[in-house]
């Protein structure tokens, strides 16, 4: 089965620097990547997602890119802000077809004012 | 997300009783799924349903059993429970007509003793 690994598990950044998480991920069919916010007591929240036909995708201060031929991807944060402090999860899955998603170990993010 | 709903929010039991977590969605979702959440860790799935006659296992289904009562509704069973099993549970759906994105309930926090 698949297999995501998720580095590092706990980021520590200045407020206003970038912050950078990384996944890889095993099963080469997986075409399917989302992220997923999980703020202290909160459910997991969608914030971004990317699919294996497209490099990168931003959305204002986030952004996720692929490398299928590495099978790893990663998500870009910009200008942090306090609000950016939370639990980040990467997963990868096949898509529709098995809607099944296997998640990373999170990382915590921790954004010092 | 309101359209998900967890009951109980929060448990306490003891070693050898017989537990049910339920899991309720407006969503009008077909896939329903039940994932552990331990801490440090990442979100491990225990069993999904794509719809009312299927249910399959995931990475952590041993001492676990669900039942798909009805599209809106999917309960997670502890037949037996044991310290091992504290945690944080979450329920979560999706559409895969509406894209791939899992909602997520807001969790049952359940202490084995």
């Known amino acids: 089965g698949e297999n995501v690994e998720q580095h590092p598990s706990t980021l520590s950044v200045q407020e206003g620097d970038s912050a950078v998480i990384k996944c890889t991920y095993s099963?080469?069919?997986?075409?399917?990547f989302p992220w997923y916010k999980q703020e202290l007591g909160k459910r997991p929240q969608l914030i971004i997602d990317?699919?294996?036909?497209?490099g990168e995708k931003k959305d204002q201060r986030i952004a996720v890119t692929l490398n299928k031929t590495a099978k790893h991807f990663s998500l870009h944060i910009t200008e942090t802000q306090p609000e950016d402090s939370a639990v980040y999860f990467c997963?990868?899955?096949?898509?529709?077809?098995?809607?099944?998603?296997?998640f990373g170990g999170g990382t915590r993010v921790l954004v010092k004012p | 997300d309101a359209d998900v709903t967890q009951t109980p929010r929060n448990r306490i039991t003891k070693t050898g009783k017989r537990i049910m977590l339920e899991c309720s969605q407006t969503?009008?979702?077909?896939?329903m799924y039940w994932y552990r959440q331990d801490p440090g860790l990442g979100l491990q799935l225990i069993y999904y349903?794509?719809?009312?006659?299927?249910?399959n296992k995931g990475e952590i289904s041993d001492g676990y059993s669900v039942s798909r009562q009805a599209q809106a509704k999917f309960s997670l069973s502890l037949e037996s429970a044991i310290p091992n099993q504290t945690a944080l549970y979450f329920c979560?759906?999706?559409?895969?007509?509406?894209?791939?994105?899992?909602?997520f309930g807001p969790g049952t926090r359940l202490l084995v003793l």
């Open positions: 099963d080469s069919a997986s075409n399917y």
């Open positions: 349903s794509f719809d009312v006659k299927d249910i």
């Open positions: 969503k009008g979702h077909d896939r």
């Open positions: 997963a990868a899955s096949m898509g529709a077809a098995g809607n099944k998603l296997t």
């Open positions: 990317i699919r294996s036909n497209v």
């Open positions: 979560a759906t999706s559409d895969p007509g509406g894209g791939e994105t899992q909602y």
